[in-house]
């Protein structure tokens, strides 16, 4: 297994809903936690990941994604089990997206 | 250890216990009163048959000896492994003879299980671990299943399950671990007429073993989750 | 089927949440926020999720609030471990505390958690006790089966101790996996590829012809949430605890099955016994239909 941490600054925007969670950590899938969180405006995400040896894939994956976003105090953190770029990706989005459809 | 000799040396007051198929029934005498004997023996799989033998004892039980105690004797190599049985539904089986366990406690009998030689997941999740509390000898081997079995459907090589059954409680065999994770009440070391004098008349007070896990270190996080959930209390981490 | 069916098994245990119960109503214990993750996984290099495998919580059904638990079939095939068996557990001890009309329990799983063993074990165990506790003080327990992992080892025996269970054609409910007997005992013995052989042996038609099942739906969302709430309603007029008698009519009905087919090897020839018109095309029909002729043939308590 495999700890990755990334931190992005000069986001801008915050989300207001609870936490949430989407995927499931099964072979080629992944989970995504996501929730606002103090951090100085910073979005952070910390990856535990099956599969070894792919740290710059996973970086241009997250600023890809930060890019997209623009988050801002979020804290991402994610279980994986060999998900391709693509489904991390979209999970990353399916993630975002329903913090916003959810805003309680 | 032989159920004869486990039988002689358990119950010096006497016994009439019957084996036929690898079930045992009958009774014994304990202290001066009766107490019911329900159990397996050549460490024979718990298939629909024999599952059923014992549910229908202790149904038995219930209805003509009002609460008199049952003592299950338990040596099996765990659920038998046949297409058959799995026609037949012997998870139903299983489930029978666990409730057939629950409700005798309810109606009053005291219903203890002792492993006294061997004991395999499925072959004794619905009789010992279904019990008040369930009791083993020191030689016993209680275990899930077998490290090759094991290593073939979690994947992970039969030598890394090997070093870790060694030392790790979640996966050596052996009443200790059982003992230290709450899933065992207590082990016999010896005088087991006393022992088993005490088991019968400890009060029952439900299921306590989570908690018995956490005082005994063998589970630590199983109490607290059981915890948080029922009360909703908020999370506090327990690390290790 | 229509052009509006969601498919239950191929739902996540979140999504068969959302979809079950009343919109936006389920409100999650210990959701994953809080990180309680299986201490033990890490040991052997596997990964770990924020829930463990099993989200619970209450939820409402057609307005009326139940307590709920869904196991993620997609995460070590739902098995059980510590903190997910613990969570069970709590889950059923608060439905005691807060009086519930009904526990509903949405079961996909392979069982003990191998990975856990011992802790695993005793979990599950752990959770049959919390089960018949839950209908001991009046609390009825529904079991739902439609996963692709079915029900199965310790989870199978558990389902069994519930007041009703309500399967899909898909679900399989058992104890013992066709590869594990064949692993042990040869492919004469199972055959674990023959997948007709398989659902013929343990799959919802053929546990609910044996009466182990009580209500076989179709593998739709709608249908599943529309049983659970029949199946609720209906165990909010009876009591939900075990009896003498129910159990002696449960041993009879086992016994009874044990001497009309225990010599048979062939699921057919238990429907044909039980006089099922064409019994070897039952597996191609549809829900309703296979209803319509299971009914006046079907064994149950």
New interface residues.
Partial sequence: METLNYRFEHGTRRLQSSPQVVGVVGSGNLEVLIEPAALNGACTIAITTAAVGFGPIWQAVMRDFHGRWLLADTRISINDMGATPAVVSLRLDQAVQTMLGDAS | MDWKTLANTLFPQGHAIVERDDFLSGDAQVDGQTIAIIGTTGHTPIG??IA?AQ??AI?HT??TAPGRPILMLIDTQG?R????????????????L???V??AR??GHTIIGLVYDQAL??GF??SG??ADACYALPDAT????GLP??A???K?PEE?LTE?AQS?????PGPE??WR???VQAIWHDDLPTQLQAALARPFT??R??AL?LERGG?????P????????TP?QRHD? | MTAHTISYQESTARERLQRLFDAGSFEE??PPS?R?VS??LG??NAPVAFDDGVA?GRARLHGVQVYTAAQEGGFMGGAVG??H???L???L??AV?DRVAAVVLLVESGG?R?????????????V???L??AR?AGVPVVVLVGGANGAF??M??????ANVVIMSEEGR????G?E??E???GVE??DSRDRALVWR??GGK??YL?G?CQQIVADDMTAFRAAAHAAVTELSTASAA???DA??A??QL??Q??AR??A??E?VD?WTALDVPDAANLPMLGADEFIAVAATHRLGV
């Fill in positions: 629909v048959e059923l549910a229908q149904l219930v209805r659920q492994l046949r297409h058959r049985d799995e026609m037949l539904g012997i998870n139903s089986y299983m489930a029978h666990g409730k057939c629950d409700l309810r109606h997941s499925g999740i619905t671990l279904m209680i275990r899930v299943m079995a094991m073939r459907i979690t992970v890394r870790l790790n409680p979640v996966f050596a671990n059982y994770m709450g899933g439900g299921d073993r989570s896990g589970r630590r996080l199983a109490q989750v059981i915890e948080a959930v029922a009360a909703g999370w290790d | 214990f210990l809080e309680v201490p033990h040991q052997l619970v510590e903190v068996g613990a969570k557990v709590g889950l001890r608060r505390l003990v191998l990975h856990e063993a011992n802790a695993g074990l005793i979990a599950v165990s752990e049959m006790r919390a018949l506790d001991a080892g310790g199978g025996i558990v389902a069994r101790c409910l058992a104890m013992s066709p594990v007997i692993t042990a005992s013995e199972f042996t343990t053929h546990r044996l182990d075990l009896t003498l159990l002696t449960e041993q086992l016994e099955r044990l087919f225990g048979m090897s699921p238990i």
